[in-house]
């Protein structure tokens, strides 16, 4: 299944009603990792993966969630959704659900389908793209406007609350806010935003070293402990240091002794990586896209070797992609330890990028990867 009007006809056979069909994508990150929980800056685009959420009331009170890309079918009586996660995943509607009535948006009777193509562990948020198409159907369905931001932070508060993962709001806010042909440098602080258009001249090209990796799992977590830990030492000598968006490379000079030497370097990424963000949003902006490349560089260097967040395959990847014809910048993009790079690539030259890179790859460390060309795409909207 590919686009809405299957996934329509495949819930109108199911249910027995017309639905609504709406989008949400998954997302690729061009530089700022693990900024958005230090309140710093971020730059995603939107890709063409999406999930789709295809949604009608129904009068019998109860919440039916259909998972297309499962085969499975969950069904809940509405006024008495579940309290806790279960650890399937229907945890990811259900939580956004429970966060919407919890804000007075009263969850009526429903038959909600999902699919998706967003490739699962993969650091290209498809938890966010399921989340995100949940909220904007359900907002749908119930003919209320929630704002692109306040929407993303409700989907991250269902993620946080109710999925039990840690993440920040980036993932959430591109798939709601995402614009074509454009990146989004994001200011996780006050959630204000500006797009950066992405040249015509230029291809997104994402490699997937195969490594899954999840934010659920341990070391997300580890790394955000580190720089809140980062973040408490600098703070008891400058207490306006309320995250580390806030601190500079000289606090750390100063005090950076105090703190153990992981966490201190977690930390010294955070900082120069904020910086990093806002000067390729700039330069993207004027259209430089040499600096661009470099500052992505620079960023995998530091998320690989100071935040310790890489591993040897993506290293690999990053590493390929210097000697192939085409590239301006390459870095593992996401949560890290796994997942995908970003190349940024000139057009003419991206297949044949791609196709060396896959090349390399497979004999550097026998995976096949999966190679996918990708168009920076529209935010969370109705298709049907
Ligand atoms: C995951 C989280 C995001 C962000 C990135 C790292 O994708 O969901 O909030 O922290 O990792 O930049």
Known sequence: MKDATTLARAHEDRFAARPQVYAAPGRVNLIGEHTDY?????????????????????????????????????????????????????????????VLAG???????????????????????????????????IAGLLGVAIAGPRLARLCQRAENEFVGANCGIMDQFISANGAADHALLLDCRDLSYRLAPIPETVSLVIANTMVKHSIAGGEYGTRRAEVELA???????????????????????????????????????????????????EALLRNDLSTVGRLMQEAHASYSQDFEASCAEADTMVELAQEIPGLIGARLTGGGFGGCTVNLVEKSLAREFAARLAEGYRSATGIRAEMHLCRASEGAHRVL
Not at 231 to 251: G, K, M, Q, W, Y
């Open 38 to 98: 230090a309140e710093g800056f971020v730059m995603p685009v939107a890709i063409d993966f999406a999930t789709l959420g295809a949604i009608s009331g129904r009068e019998d009170g109860r919440v039916v969630v259909y998972a297309e890309n499962f085969g499975e079918e969950r069904s809940f009586d509405a006024d008495a959704l579940p309290t806790a996660r279960s650890g399937d995943w229907s945890d990811y509607p259900l939580g956004v659900m429970r």
């Open 103 to 137: 804000e007075g948006y009263a969850i009526p009777g429903l038959s909600l389908s999902l699919w998706g193509d967003v490739p699962l562990g993969s650091g290209l948020s498809s938890s966010a793209s399921v989340e995100v198409a949940t909220a904007t159907a």
């Open 231 to 281: 973040c408490r030492i600098l703070a008891s000598h400058r207490p306006e240091i309320r995250f580390l968006r806030d601190a500079t490379v000289s606090d750390l000079g100063r005090w950076g002794e105090e703190i153990p030497l992981a966490a201190r370097k977690r930390a010294r990424h955070i900082i120069t990586e904020n910086t990093r963000t806002v000067e390729a949003a």
